[in-house]
């Protein structure tokens, strides 16, 4: 993989409640990672520092590509991509959810028809296009979230329990989808769950958040 | 009853057969009262849109000003502008007074707080959750905001409705800045008050008729161009 994560005690309180007190982890390999660990332990909090969402209160995020450390600027936004546990959905069809990010990126119309198209059928939606995104199933939403991902081709792609809101036959889809995506090898995938037994079904490789740090079963 | 009825069928053939007067006061109307909504919300919308979506010391408080401004009662919003425009006045060099210039920028006045306040109210209901996605997509500060503004259009588009209904029945503080001037500053709400006083009921009830159709048309409009670009609720 061209894009390397290292985050590096990393710390993080709200209201003086300290959730991350120093957590560490290197992304240098492409596959996919799973950070596990109890509700609450801070694991989405982890993953939106790493995302650029928010900041850290202490610690380092760096990334790298081609030996040169990175700017945290836009151009550094645009080649990593979070999908939220809710995903936020544009009042609009499926397709111009899925063809946000291509937009704003000023992308030529044929091109985002065709990425869109195929991100969609990638996740199953592609006979949903046309229809209004308010009104998918949390599980369909969910996949939407990871199709608006997907058409932005990210080097590496955080997914926040991508699973916590839907029933298990939309569960076992997404797991498919994320399993697909590791076996195109495009794309690296940091995900979060409370599902030990999901994390093991998806991990190549496993971490574990306890008491704000992070180890290595 | 019957002098209703009469009034009424008189105000039909009025409006089937036009007056070169009557389409004037029409005119006018239309000018001043879209003038005003045009520039209350140029003004006003882009402020909402900086109250809705930047943090500033004093915002609540500016934003519990707009909200009481809402509410202006239009006869001394009259006043302030005659104060101001009057040949006495700070602003009196400019010769405005009993000018539609004046009309305009009065109901102005009684549009902004409401385009403003109403558009702001939008834009802060819209899901924090879409500031968020546009952001983990790679949308730059300026791409979330309008995003983000996109979102609350319904509510735009309500603010923007609801001044409108403020400018096209408001009477007070046009006839105060206006005058009421025939073929210069007579508009259909200070005929309509005239022509009462007067006992000519079938102008009046005409000129009613004709601002209650303008209102549905426009409403109707900006209801078409608020559902426009939705998409099909049903699967």
Redesign the interface.
Known sequence: MSLLLRASDICKAYNGNHVLQGASFTCDKSGIYVLTGDNGTGKSTFLRIC?L?EPCDRGEIAYVADGQLLQHD?GL??RI????P????????VF?NAA??LK??RMERGSIRERVSSALNFVGLAQ?Q????L?LSSGETQRLGIA??LV?DPELLFLDEPAAFTDARNREIIEEIILRLKKEGRTTVILTTHDMKQAERLADRLLILTHGRITTP | MSSILEGLSRAFSLILHPTAELLAIIVLSLKVSGSALVVATLLGLPLSAFFGLKKFPFKGLIISVLNTFMGLPPVVVGLFVYLLLSRSGPLGFLALLYTPSAMIIAQTILAFPIVTSLGHSAIVSV?P????????????SW?ISW?VI??ARHGIIAAVIAALGRVMAEVGAILIVGGNIAGFTRVMTTTIALETDKGNFELALALGIILLSISLIINFGLHVLQKR???????
């Open positions: 995302a969402l836009i936004r645009r991509t979070l999908v939220l809710k995903i936020g959905v544009f009042n609009t069809t111009n946000y990010g704003i990126r949903k046309q229809q209004a995104a009104t608006r991902a932005l | 899901d959750l879409i500031r968020q996605a546009s952001m983990t997509l790679g949308a730059t791409q995003a996109r979102e670009g939705l998409p099909k609720v049903s699967s």
